[in-house]
């Protein structure tokens, strides 16, 4: 598993669904370190390939082209101070500055969005192509049956966060994406997925993180066996769910499953409500 249980979980599902799905807050054991001067190179994990000859550009099933989502013109200036680029000032809209400024990592932005999106169903989500700042504060565990778990106090760091992608109107978040939704589709065709349409791997994302499964009671932690003489570091950074079936999640539904029960409840509900605005074709009713 990833070494850093970073605060981002929101922060990768209010990406899910204002740029293509997926705010997940990830708890931090260390202090966030300043950001990298240089947008980062993105790559995705690598893709399923098929024998020569076989391969064949799927059908698009969700064209943006065709939602159900009104689109207002665009303004001739921003009402907010402008960031510069068209996409963070759309984002500066529905977020405010304050809050872009203090949890989304603005350089690369979309190529950030489309390579976590993809990420979030596969079994690593590297966290330095995250489109949001991970929140200061170390894992807090207790103790319950000789087992380690997630300390119920590990919410309070997350709720910001949750709080970020429930205040966000949705049905504007949609036509955001909408207006700008040929650069991420560039971003995901650049990103190794050449004839393949990005609004449908973020259904198919959302999708994913919508059938994570809920435990029954707190979710129980172990250390993994150190083979060797010298005993690590930063042990805390290798925590990783005693329950093997737990443990092979994909990495988005890991980071779900780090929230309490009622933030992964909040955010699933934010999730199925932009399942809907960004598959519902004009003319039909749903």
Known sequence: MQSRWTSW???ALVVVFLAAAAWLVW???????????????????PAATQPPGTAQTPAVRHPVDELAVAVPPAASAPSAPSAGD?????????????????????????????ATVDNLARDQAPSRLWPVVPAPGRLELDTRDGQSVLAASNA???????????????????????RHYARFQSAYEDLGFPGRYF?????????????????DGPVALRLPEVRGTVPPARPWVMYEFADPQLQHLSAGQKLLLRLSPDQRARLKLRLAQWR???????????
């Not at 260390?30 to 190179?41: D, F, M, R």
């Not at 309070?156 to 909408?178: F, N, Q, T």
């Open 9 to 11: 979980a929101v922060g």
């Open 27 to 45: 708890q931090r054991v260390a202090p966030p370190t300043a950001p990298a001067a240089q947008a980062p190179a993105v790559q995705a994990a």
């Open 86 to 114: 068209p996409v963070l000032d759309g984002l500066m809209t529905l977020l405010g500055r304050e809050a872009l400024l203090r949890f989304v990592n603005t350089d690369a932005f979309v190529q950030r969005v489309v």
């Open 156 to 178: 309070a760091r997350h709720e910001p966060y949750v709080r970020v992608a429930e205040g966000v109107d949705l049905k504007s978040a949609a036509a955001w994406y909408v």
């Open 199 to 215: 609004n449908d791997r973020m259904v198919e994302v959302v999708d994913h993180l919508l059938a994570t499964p809920e435990p």
């Open 276 to 286: 809907e605005l960004v598959t519902a074709r004009a003319g039909t009713s749903r």
